[in-house]
């Protein structure tokens, strides 16, 4: 049998390497510095609410984009070195099932990431600020810390991005933890009793409060959401039940009822957005 040139049998070679999948990145059960990844959820071989650590060293090791970033930190243009969260969950040990990861940051505020969302706007972990790493966080002109982690999103990549009904809320800073959840299982209770059947505008309702105000107000019960805000989901549908006025005129404009409120305007809401998110929230009451 004729023999293979050796060039023949090197480059087969490097082809079956190129072929393999890449090795799942380390999980570690201890934190090492206040730069690691914490991770929770659906994860394989981890315990249900355990606690895993992903370094930071190892998350630089992935590759790499470097983007440019107007506005996003402070006036003006940053260059932002950052990983694509596709990438890194590629590299992740979660579970087959996990299509939705929620981000949690040091003030309590959350942002949930569907595996279609990811998939169409391409969200990313922010590494490095203008060659900076979070250790030398905050950059020139940002009087708090945005780190250890902030994921973004930008037209760049996807476009449109910016045009989402609130795309702040899909770029969150200071985060430090992500759980991986089966969407369906972890947002059930959005989904059954009298939220199984919804109308179309309550539908609409919910997809505002998921991607929205999800990210403050949460479910004590479920522990799902936010915790920023003081106002738990069933306190907010109270007001939006039994007050409509009051309620859709504080979503617009919080500091003209109340001075002292936190809550960011949402004044580009419409009539029909603040519709459909009474529609919504009319229905959690009824479970």
């Known amino acids: 049998m004729k023999k293979k040139p050796r060039?023949?049998?090197?480059?087969?070679?490097?082809?079956?390497?190129?072929?393999?999948?890449?090795?799942?990145?380390?999980?570690?059960?201890?934190?090492?510095?206040?730069?690691?990844?914490?991770?929770?959820?659906?994860?394989?071989?981890?315990?249900?609410?355990?606690?895993?650590?992903?370094?930071?060293?190892?998350?630089?090791?992935?590759?790499?984009?470097?983007?440019?970033?107007?506005?996003?930190?402070?006036?003006?243009?940053?260059?932002?070195?950052?990983?694509?969260?596709?990438?890194?969950?590629?590299?992740?040990?979660?579970?087959?099932?996990a299509d939705a990861l929620i981000a949690t940051c040091n003030d309590g505020y959350a942002s949930i990431y569907t595996s279609e969302f990811i998939s169409t706007y391409k969200p990313f972990l922010v590494m490095e600020i203008n060659g900076r790493g979070p250790e030398q966080w905050?950059?020139?002109?940002?009087?708090?810390?945005?780190?250890?982690?902030?994921?973004?999103?930008?037209?760049?990549?996807?476009?449109?991005a910016s045009k989402l009904l609130d795309a702040a809320h899909k770029r969150p800073w200071g985060v430090h933890t992500i759980e991986f959840a089966r969407y369906s299982e972890r947002f059930a209770t959005l989904y059954s009793g009298a939220l199984?059947?919804?109308?179309?505008?309550?539908?609409?309702?919910?997809?505002?409060?998921?991607?929205?105000?999800?990210?403050c107000h949460n479910q004590p019960h479920e522990n799902l959401g936010g915790t920023k805000a003081a106002r738990p989901l069933q306190i907010v549908a109270t007001h939006a039940v039994y007050n409509t006025p009051?309620?859709?005129?504080?979503?617009?404009?919080?500091?003209?009822?109340?001075?002292?409120?936190?809550?960011?305007?949402?004044?580009?809401?419409?009539?029909?957005?603040?519709?459909?998110?009474v529609a919504f929230l009319k229905l959690t009451v009824a479970q």
Not at 77 to 83: F, G, L, W
Not at 196 to 203: G, I, W, Y
Not at 255 to 264: I, T
Not at 265 to 277: I, M, R, S
């Open 196 to 215: 199984k059947e919804p109308s179309p505008l309550a539908v609409q309702g919910r997809e505002i409060w998921v991607n929205s105000c999800f990210s």
């Open 7 to 97: 060039s023949s049998i090197l480059v087969l070679g490097l082809l079956a390497h190129l072929a393999l999948p890449a090795a799942a990145l380390e999980l570690h059960p201890d934190r090492a510095s206040a730069y690691d990844l914490a991770l929770t959820g659906r994860l394989e071989g981890v315990p249900a609410g355990e606690m895993r650590y992903l370094r930071r060293g190892d998350l630089q090791a992935l590759p790499t984009r470097k983007l440019k970033l107007t506005g996003e930190f402070v006036p003006g243009e940053q260059e932002v070195t950052v990983v694509m969260l596709d990438d890194l969950l590629t590299r992740l040990p979660r579970a087959a099932d």
């Open 138 to 160: 905050p950059p020139e002109g940002l009087t708090f810390n945005p780190g250890p982690f902030v994921i973004s999103i930008t037209d760049s990549l996807a476009p449109g």
């Open 246 to 277: 009051y309620f859709k005129d504080y979503v617009r404009d919080p500091k003209k009822l109340n001075p002292l409120a936190k809550m960011e305007p949402h004044a580009h809401y419409t009539d029909a957005h603040l519709d459909a998110l």
